[in-house]
């Protein structure tokens, strides 16, 4: 099929690589212009917009597709359908009405649960034990317009946002192969009214780690939020992210080192801190970390 591809972080790659490998022209690749990075802070290209260079690809980033010039250069693409997964930018109507077969989005969330901007997270962090991959045909609102296909998977007891949005973005990538074979024989199907949440975004400052909360909670938050902004705490008055966890079966004082693993007691139960980050250094596990920052049992965080 002639495809416009409209997609920015890394998460999209992988979609975007899969319709190149199944055959598909690709009309165009739209992503988020690039934008200051690094020490040098010069303007770097997303990992989109490097991967359809790579490829060979036509590569647009407009600021906006408010404009009557944006929507005519898309329109004049003459695409059959778009696929767009974390684009970044809201497409007006006559964007999505453009292609023959409208605009599909691959969203990591089994809809309507966890709509919006941080569904990988928002879904470890509440403790979901199960999430997915759905292809639903874009409308106006946000991501209320029914579904084509959809594809489960469970969320791993230990299991952090990274580690499911490389899972995720990999799904994506094989139902949407899926989904333009069977195109013209899917019935799209209306999301229900009932069990709609919204997967706000992340801001930062959830991420400072209260240890007078359940165990379950603090492990929940610490592996939603890795590795990015990256739940943290204070040792020994310096600020350290804590980027993976285990639940314990352990009792102490809130926020106390019971032992010289890192087992930290919570308001209740205790979880072990596997995967640690002072500030400037580079991620350790425990063991590393407990060599080079040691933190004496009794320590309270």
């Not at 992210?241 to 809130?254: F, N, V, W």
């Not at 007691?265 to 400037?280: D, E, I, N, P, T």
């Not at 991620?283 to 590393?288: F, H, N, V």
């Amino acid at each position: 099929m002639r495809i416009v591809f409209m997609g920015t972080p890394d998460f999209s790659v992988p979609v975007l690589e899969a319709l190149v490998e199944a055959g598909h022209d690709i009309a165009a690749v739209y992503c988020q212009p690039p934008r200051p990075a690094g020490r040098g802070k010069k303007d770097r290209p997303t990992p989109v917009h490097a991967r359809a260079e790579a490829l060979g690809l036509e590569v647009r980033h407009p600021v906006s597709l408010k404009t009557t010039e944006a929507q005519a250069e898309f329109a004049a693409l003459n695409a059959e359908v778009a696929v767009v997964v974390a684009y970044g930018l809201l497409l007006p109507q006559a964007v999505l009405d453009a292609p023959e077969h409208g605009c599909l989005n691959i969203h990591a969330s089994l809809l309507p649960r966890w709509r919006g901007a941080a569904p990988i997270h928002r879904a470890i962090m509440s403790g979901d034990t199960e999430t997915g991959i759905c292809i639903m045909q874009m409308e106006a609102g946000l991501d209320t317009g029914p579904v084509l296909l959809r594809s489960a998977t469970p969320i791993g007891a230990e299991e952090t946002t990274a580690a499911l949005h490389d899972r995720l973005s990999d799904m994506g990538a094989e139902l949407i192969v899926e989904a333009l074979v069977k195109l013209p024989d899917l019935v799209a199907e209306p999301q229900p009214e009932d069990g709609v949440t919204y997967a706000t975004k992340i801001d930062k400052s959830e991420a400072r780690i209260d240890w007078t909360c359940p165990a379950e909670d603090v492990d929940r938050q610490i592996r939603g939020l890795s590795p990015f902004p990256g739940a943290w705490t204070e040792i020994d008055g310096q600020r350290v992210k804590i980027l993976a966890s285990r639940l314990i079966e352990a009792e102490g004082l809130a926020g106390q080192v019971l032992d010289d693993a890192l087992t930290v007691a919570c308001g209740s139960g205790a979880v072990s801190l596997l995967r640690l980050q002072r500030a400037g250094k580079g991620a350790q596990d425990a063991e590393t970390f407990q060599r080079g920052f040691p933190v004496a049992q009794g320590t309270q965080l």
